[in-house]
């Protein structure tokens, strides 16, 4: 994956993070919480372009270990988005770039985002989506780690987050920048199949086809939603 997207784990580089700080207008004094921080590119980025020292957490000792090592001045933290080690109201900022989508149990990091946001503070998530949302479950038959087992029904998303307080001030299809991630893919490995194959943990050449064409049946888009938490507890 690593060799098409580069620092970065996730389709459109830094495209969408550079959106989200001038739309939140966040500064140097925001405090900023990465989760699912991976190798730490994003916390790189707000320090290097805006000042911005963000916390990142991982639950992967690995990519937490190069995080750490290229950026020493920043604090990351070993844990998952379904228990955020943080006081409540501790960020002005949380951002979760590609990553909501790899939680087991979804409904629960949300509310820990919430939890740990400022009233006023922003959510940030950009991650995949299904345009064919009833394909969906089959996914769920496939052992693999990545983020397409997890694709989002947006809408319902959009409701679970507005019934937890949230309002949503920004939401955008950018599955163009999904398109350009598979171009590169697809040059780095020669297919999407033989991508899909070294990926999955059931080896057998049927499991990758059927995971292809489910994958195929629920067309795979990409989007960027950034929400504000309201003034009433959620
Ligand atoms: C597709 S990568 C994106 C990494 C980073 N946000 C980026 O865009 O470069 C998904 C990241 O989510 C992390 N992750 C997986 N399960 C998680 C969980 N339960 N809580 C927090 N992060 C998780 C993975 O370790 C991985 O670093």
Same mark, same amino acid.
């Given at each position: 994956m690593q060799e098409a997207t580069g620092e970065t784990l996730r389709p459109g580089g830094f495209t969408l993070t550079q959106k989200a700080v001038s739309f939140c207008g966040l500064t140097q004094q925001s405090r900023v919480l990465d989760v699912g921080? #991976?190798? #730490?590119a994003t916390v790189s980025y707000l320090y290097e372009n805006y000042g911005i020292t963000a916390v990142g957490i991982d639950p992967s000792q690995k990519l937490l270990g190069i995080a750490k090592v290229k950026n020493p001045f920043a604090t990351f933290v070993s844990g998952s988005g379904e228990a955020l080690p943080f006081e409540k109201e501790r960020f002005e900022c949380v951002i979760a770039e590609c990553t909501l989508?790899? =939680?087991?149990t979804l409904h629960v990091s949300l509310q820990e985002v919430h939890r740990v946001l400022k009233k006023g503070g922003w959510f940030v998530i950009t991650d995949v989506y299904a345009?064919? *949302? &009833?394909?969906? *479950? +089959? =996914? $769920?038959n496939f052992s693999i780690h990545s983020c397409m087992r997890g694709l989002h029904h947006v809408p319902r998303l959009q409701e679970e987050l507005e019934m937890m307080g949230f309002e949503v001030m920004l939401l955008e299809d950018c599955s163009q920048l999904l398109k350009e991630l598979m171009v590169k893919i697809i040059f780095s490995h020669g297919s999407m199949n033989a991508f899909w194959s070294k990926t999955l $943990? &059931?080896? +057998?050449p049927h499991a990758c086809c059927a995971f292809e064409q489910n994958l195929k049946a629920c067309k795979p888009g990409y989007f960027m939603m950034i929400l504000q938490k309201g003034e009433r507890n959620g």
């Open positions: 921080c #991976g190798r #730490g989508s790899l =939680m087991n345009k064919h *949302p &009833d394909a969906i *479950p +089959t =996914m $769920e $943990e &059931d080896e +057998t």
